[in-house]
């Protein structure tokens, strides 16, 4: 029945609904055709115990989309997430993704565990290593421990995100906290995670680093651009 039906409408018909059907398809690609941008982090870029809409990277889209800069933002953090952790799930994350950005806010949970810091600095250089082998520019976000871990061990913490992003040759935001740390009403109750009142100075203490990488505007690989 289907054979005399498009017999009866001739190949001409069938060519150019099959012409209109590609020229829809790839047009709606086209529409849909943004770079992706993969943040890869824990708790605080998960936004813990606040309404997920109210997070620093949901006010990324929010910004990215009011500035029209065609960019998607996908959101793979974890809260509890650890370097370990990320560094097992990042393949995937590439492959699935194929970003064009990856933003890595990792470590502050190694850090609370007593991890040790050259383990933290070893999985922190195979992520970004595996980025970059796909072309993958990446943003690294730092963290610090709370001076109750003792002077040896914070001092230790602190500095594995500067020698990673030294040898590897990527931008750095050497503290993610720092305009919010010690600011009142800005950290919850535990004070650990920031508060939904913090979330815009977050965004606002990454962004100047984050728009040049998202423009393109300038060389970022020297961390000393994106030191505040």
């Not at 999985?123 to 040896?152: D, F, H, I, S």
Request: glycine share 10%; proline share 6%.
């Amino acid at each position: 029945m289907a054979a005399v039906f498009f017999r009866y409408l001739g190949p001409g018909f069938i060519s150019r609904g099959l012409l209109l059907i590609v020229l829809f398809y790839v047009a709606g690609a086209k529409a849909d055709e943004r770079d992706t941008l993969l943040v890869l982090g824990d708790s605080i870029s998960a936004a813990y115990g606040i309404d997920e809409r109210e997070g620093w990277v949901q006010l990324l889209r929010d910004r990215l989309a009011e500035q029209g800069l065609p960019v998607k933002v996908v959101n793979a953090s974890i809260s509890g997430e650890t370097t370990a952790g990320g560094l097992a799930r990042l393949p995937r994350l590439l492959s699935e993704h194929s970003p064009a950005w990856l933003v890595l806010e990792l470590g502050g949970n190694d850090g609370l565990r007593g991890y040790p810091p050259r383990a933290l600095q070893q999985n922190l250089v195979r992520m970004v290593q595996l980025a970059r082998a796909q072309g993958t520019e990446v943003l690294l976000l730092g963290m610090q421990m709370p001076p109750n871990y003792g002077k040896a061990y914070t001092r230790a913490f602190a500095a594995v995100f500067p020698k990673v992003a030294e040898a590897e040759q990527v931008p750095l935001v050497p503290f993610f906290l720092e305009t919010v740390a010690l600011e009142e009403g800005a950290m919850q109750t535990d004070g650990i995670h920031p508060t939904a009142k913090a979330q815009p100075a977050l965004l606002e203490h990454v962004w100047p680093c984050l728009e040049i990488i998202l423009k393109g505007n300038e060389d970022v690989r020297s961390d000393s651009l994106c030191t505040s």
